[in-house]
């Protein structure tokens, strides 16, 4: 019998820099509540619930940073509710310029700020996120600043306001989310889904209840600016059958939001 190969240790310390290559400037981007609120105008937005079990290692920060639910009674799922920039894979930030250069430097969402670390996760387990995918220009030579030693993040101002901004917000999702799974039966049947498949775990909710539950900001408003966004992506996304999923949430949640961005404000 072969022994098992040890999982490779992580090197003691790693170097990155931003090259402007523009790759990880497409498909989703998970928001804060206020980002994406802020962002209504610019982003096609879509509320994903990921479930993820009692046995991940990721349970206990899913749970501070979102939810526990019970779905039957010996099994508990954390879940993670997060406000997305809900874009193909294919499709490139809206703030990108054709030179690939962020158009909104001064006012990126948190997201942007903290790459390419990422606070839904420990700030030990970090490591493999700082391996640069296919095709992505991200320099790691020694020469490029260090940031991550002995598995810790060594500028990890942007990191923690960000994991701040998380854990305040938490409580409005869990609420959210309570009531959400109380109410909407369909929704309870997803997540259990959800929970039944591990390698995806996640599903897409439009915003139109969150707007009905939440009070910090204001629904019309937000509505005015998402509905005809919506609208125009769902035109783009029509001219491809691989984006069919897309086009009709685009169209779906654009109907859904309609009576709020036709009313007036109070």
Not at 200 to 215: A, D, N
Request: proline content about 9%; charged content about 20%; aromatic content about 10%.
């Amino acid at each position: 019998m072969t022994a098992q190969r040890a999982a490779a240790a992580p090197p003691p310390e790693q170097h990155f820099a931003c090259t402007g290559c523009g790759k990880c400037c497409h498909g989703w981007l998970p928001l804060t509540v206020a980002d994406a609120f802020a962002n209504a105008g610019r982003f096609p937005l879509a509320l994903v619930w990921t479930s993820v079990s009692e046995s991940s290692q990721a349970f206990d920060l899913t749970v501070q940073l979102g939810t526990a639910v019970r779905i039957s009674k010996r099994q508990r799922v954390a879940v993670l509710i997060a406000p997305t920039a809900y874009l193909p894979p294919s499709f490139p930030c809206p703030a990108l310029s054709p030179e690939n250069r962020c158009t909104i430097q001064a006012e990126k969402p948190l997201r942007c700020r903290t790459m390419p670390f990422y606070p839904y996760r420990r700030a030990a387990d970090q490591a493999d996120l700082l391996v640069p995918r296919k095709g992505w220009a991200c320099d790691i030579s020694t020469t490029a600043p260090l940031v991550y030693q002995q598995r810790k993040i060594v500028e990890r101002d942007d990191f923690d306001a960000e994991r701040a901004a998380l854990l305040a917000q938490a409580p409005l999702l869990r609420s959210y989310a309570d009531t959400t799974l109380k109410h909407y039966p369909s929704v309870l049947a997803r997540l259990i889904k959800a929970a039944q498949n591990p390698a995806t775990g996640q599903f897409i909710v439009g915003f139109s209840s969150f707007l009905r539950q939440q009070k910090m900001h204001d629904p019309i408003t937000f509505a005015q600016a998402q509905h005809p966004l919506l609208l125009a992506f769902a035109e783009k996304a029509a001219t491809s059958p691989t984006l069919a999923t897309y086009h009709r949430y685009y169209q779906e949640s654009a109907t859904e939001l309609a009576w709020f961005a036709n009313a007036k404000p109070s």
